[in-house]
T-cell receptor, first 111, second 111 residues
Framework: DQQVKQNSPSLSVQEGRISILNCDYT??????FLWYKKYPAEGPTFLIS?????DKNEDGRFTVFLNKSAKHLSLHIVPSQPGDSAVYFC??????????FGTGTRLKVLA | NAGVTQTPKFRVLKTGQSMTLLCAQD?????MYWYRQDPGMGLRLIHY???????AKGEVPDGYNVSRLKKQNFLLGLESAAPSQTSVYFC??????????FGPGTRLTVL
């Protein structure tokens, strides 16, 4: 049973436009959510996180929104740049060390 | 400051052979993790450790053993490799239940 789902395997966006990556979860005990970015042949790198007590967190061009009632979070990248082309994973945990990752969305930003 | 390093980067095994993957971190992190990444499956937690001398099972522990004899090292062992263990293995470390820092990965093929 996939507790964290990223239903879009891929997304293409024009440079300068907004990229929106979505993530849904089923476990209401999750209270911390993270987004990681992964380039080919490298390990994932942390991008941004949000606690369940917030509904928005912003860091430069990256904003994460959390809708607890819908069990949904999204990552907005504005403006999108070619260097943002990568696989993005969302992850969640419930205050323990057992992170649950989604299957990833491959973002391609077209120049 | 190398962060998280993994040895080896690539390995090919025959079914039934054994091997050990080494993860080392120089950030003095208490927590360390082993994940595997398979196409369409995201990252799945194999085993983790919350401190020197401790280990615990993750989502997919069968067929693997781990040891954390020193705080900076976390070893993942395959006693009798199977083709189903063909995957990319990532090690990570963290100082809390917050951001995890990942190594570059080990690509393992079992024939």
């Amino acid at each position: 049973d996939q507790q964290v789902k990223q239903n879009s395997p891929s997304l293409s966006v024009q440079e300068g436009r907004i990229s929106i990556l979505n993530c849904d979860y089923t476990n209401s005990m999750f209270d911390y959510f993270l987004w990681y970015k992964k380039y080919p042949a490298e390990g994932p790198t942390f991008l941004i996180s949000i606690s369940s007590i917030k509904d928005k967190n912003e860091d430069g061009r990256f904003t994460v929104f959390l809708n607890k009632s819908a069990k949904h979070l999204s990552l907005h990248i504005v403006p999108s740049q070619p260097g943002d082309s990568a696989v993005y994973f969302c992850a969640a945990h419930s205050g323990t060390y057992k992170y649950i990752f989604g299957t990833g969305t491959r973002l391609k930003v077209l120049a | 400051n190398a962060g998280v390093t993994q040895t080896p980067k690539f390995r090919v095994l025959k079914t039934g052979q054994s091997m050990t993957l080494l993860c080392a971190q120089d950030m003095n992190h208490e927590y360390m993790y082993w994940y595997r990444q398979d196409p369409g499956m995201g990252l799945r937690l194999i085993h983790y450790s919350v401190g020197e001398g401790t280990t615990a099972k993750g989502e997919v522990p069968d067929g693997y053993n781990v040891s954390r004899l020193k705080k900076q090292n976390f070893l993942l062992g395959l006693e009798s490799a199977a083709p189903s263990q063909t995957s990319v293995y990532f090690c990570a470390s963290s100082s809390s239940t917050d951001t995890q820092y990942f190594g570059p990965g080990t690509r393992l093929t079992v024939l």
